[in-house]
């Protein structure tokens, strides 16, 4: 069901730039059209944008999304030291961001002995799907349309 469209008449207003009048033609609706389709997903709750504004606020920072990529491409778990190399920092830096990241509920920590594994957190892996298919889904709705 299309809405039939706005019926517009041409109405002038007077512009004054500092000193100089310019007569300006502005478009104004006769009838009340809406202008668009309700939107039809009302998009997140609450807690669902709580949750995702914490998760982009913890990726926030190009080594966290690194270490991000690095666990999500892994089959198991990742040990804190074997993060150093591939990601060229000290390990005092790898702890920091391992920790912003697990203090955001991003990454499940394990400590063995002297040593700490790390994964990614399932509710986190799903959060980022859902919000990389976000794009996809945009994308292809508009490829069908």
Same mark, same amino acid.
């Given at each position: 069901? @299309?809405? !039939?469209?706005?019926?517009?008449? %041409?109405?002038?207003?007077? $512009?004054?730039? !500092?000193?100089?009048?310019?007569?300006? #033609?502005?478009?104004?609706?006769? !009838?009340?059209?809406?202008?668009?389709?309700?939107?039809?997903?009302?998009?997140? @709750?609450? +807690?669902?944008?709580?949750?995702? #504004?914490?998760?982009?606020?913890?990726?926030?920072?190009?080594?966290?999304?690194?270490?991000?990529?690095?666990?999500?491409?892994?089959? /198991?778990? $990742?040990?804190?030291? +074997?993060?150093?190399?591939?990601?060229?920092?000290?390990?005092?830096?790898?702890?920091? *961001?391992? %920790? %912003?990241?697990?203090?955001? /509920?991003?990454?499940?920590?394990? %400590?063995?002995? $002297?040593?700490?594994?790390?994964? &990614? *957190?399932?509710?986190?892996?799903?959060?980022?799907? +859902? $919000?990389?298919? &976000?794009?996809?889904?945009?994308?292809?709705?508009? #490829?069908? #349309?």
């Amino acid at each position: 069901m @299309s809405a !039939s469209p706005a019926r517009w008449h %041409k109405a002038s207003i007077y $512009v004054n730039m !500092s000193t100089m009048r310019q007569r300006v #033609a502005v478009l104004e609706p006769t !009838s009340a059209v809406a202008c668009c389709a309700p939107i039809a997903d009302p998009g997140l @709750s609450d +807690d669902e944008a709580v949750a995702t #504004a914490e998760l982009f606020r913890a990726l926030g920072d190009p080594a966290r999304v690194r270490i991000l990529h690095i666990l999500a491409t892994q089959t /198991g778990e $990742v040990c804190g030291c +074997d993060l150093e190399q591939p990601l060229g920092l000290s390990q005092p830096t790898v702890s920091f *961001h391992l %920790k %912003k990241l697990a203090e955001a /509920g991003v990454l499940e920590r394990e %400590k063995r002995g $002297v040593w700490v594994y790390y994964s &990614l *957190h399932p509710e986190a892996r799903r959060r980022l799907s +859902d $919000v990389l298919r &976000l794009g996809r889904r945009k994308a292809r709705e508009t #490829a069908t #349309a």
